[in-house]
């Protein structure tokens, strides 16, 4: 870099209160690789999580599979792919499966834009208020490319929520997103919570994985 690009360069970091030491730092600090930064998104509990339930194992291969690199030698990303519900007791390992799925999908080096929420969380969310534009953020979980909805069906049931979770699901499916949605519900009961349009979107666009009968946490593993 020639002098006179350098002083017009510290001119303009100048004129912005921009101390040049500082850029300096953050350049020479190493980059962290794409698994070290999405565990720095994910909860302490679960930044180690390991997939290795058979069905769980095949769904992030078949996401892997059908991922697409956004221009040539660009690293692949996630678009569409199939989705999951995974059904079993509190304490079975659903979640620790399903942030465990999207770690594999970056060990195996596939760009993975995501986002995890708890059903309960989600609608806490939504819920209108002032404010708030919960129409755009409604859209904007419909669209990311790979969703966790968790402990679906914890939340007190009304005719909104069901309203809310059809639009989310029904979206997702149309546009063929991967899903990883977990309850605690047998699906008898999640269809009386959440009603026949939304378990019948959820029966098409997943594949069920049953779980266990067995609290993990009561055996001190990883739930």
Same mark, same amino acid.
């Given at each position: 870099?020639?002098?006179?690009?350098?002083?017009?360069?510290?001119?303009?970091?100048?004129?912005?209160?921009?101390?040049?030491?500082?850029?300096?730092?953050?350049?020479?600090?190493?980059?962290?690789?794409?698994?070290?930064?999405?565990?720095?998104?994910?909860?302490?509990?679960?930044?180690?999580?390991?997939?290795?339930?058979?069905?769980?194992?095949?769904?992030?291969?078949?996401?892997?599979?059908?991922?697409?690199?956004?221009?040539?030698?660009?690293?692949?990303?996630?678009?569409?792919?199939?989705?999951?519900?995974?059904?079993?007791?509190?304490?079975?390992?659903?979640?620790?499966?399903?942030?465990?799925?999207?770690?594999?999908?970056?060990?195996?080096?596939?760009?993975?834009?995501?986002?995890?929420?708890?059903?309960? #969380? @989600?609608? %806490?969310? &939504?819920?209108? =208020?002032?404010?708030?534009?919960?129409?755009?953020?409604?859209?904007? !979980?419909?669209?990311?490319?790979?969703?966790?909805?968790?402990?679906?069906?914890?939340?007190?049931?009304?005719?909104?929520?069901?309203?809310?979770?059809?639009?989310?699901?029904?979206?997702?499916?149309?546009?063929?997103?991967?899903?990883?949605?977990?309850?605690?519900?047998?699906?008898? #009961? @999640?269809? %009386?919570? &959440?009603?026949? =349009?939304?378990?019948?979107?959820?029966?098409?666009?997943?594949?069920? !994985?049953?779980?266990?009968?067995?609290?993990?946490?009561?055996?001190?593993?990883?739930?």
């Amino acid at each position: 870099v020639g002098a006179g690009t350098l002083d017009r360069m510290a001119r303009i970091l100048a004129a912005r209160n921009i101390d040049p030491a500082a850029v300096a730092t953050l350049a020479d600090e190493p980059k962290r690789s794409p698994l070290d930064a999405l565990s720095a998104g994910m909860p302490p509990r679960y930044q180690g999580a390991v997939a290795d339930h058979p069905q769980v194992l095949t769904w992030a291969r078949d996401v892997a599979e059908v991922a697409v690199a956004p221009s040539p030698g660009a690293r692949r990303q996630v678009t569409t792919g199939p989705s999951l519900l995974m059904a079993g007791v509190v304490g079975a390992g659903k979640t620790h499966q399903a942030y465990g799925a999207v770690r594999l999908l970056v060990q195996s080096g596939i760009g993975v834009r995501w986002r995890a929420t708890t059903a309960a #969380d @989600l609608y %806490a969310d &939504l819920r209108p =208020r002032p404010g708030v534009d919960s129409e755009r953020q409604l859209a904007a !979980v419909s669209r990311v490319p790979l969703l966790i909805i968790d402990d679906l069906g914890a939340a007190k049931a009304s005719e909104w929520v069901e309203e809310v979770t059809y639009r989310l699901i029904n979206r997702r499916y149309n546009h063929m997103l991967p899903t990883l949605v977990t309850t605690n519900l047998a699906i008898k #009961d @999640l269809k %009386a919570y &959440l009603g026949d =349009r939304v378990t019948s979107r959820l029966a098409q666009m997943t594949t069920r !994985v049953e779980f266990e009968p067995v609290d993990r946490r009561r055996h001190r593993t990883t739930a």
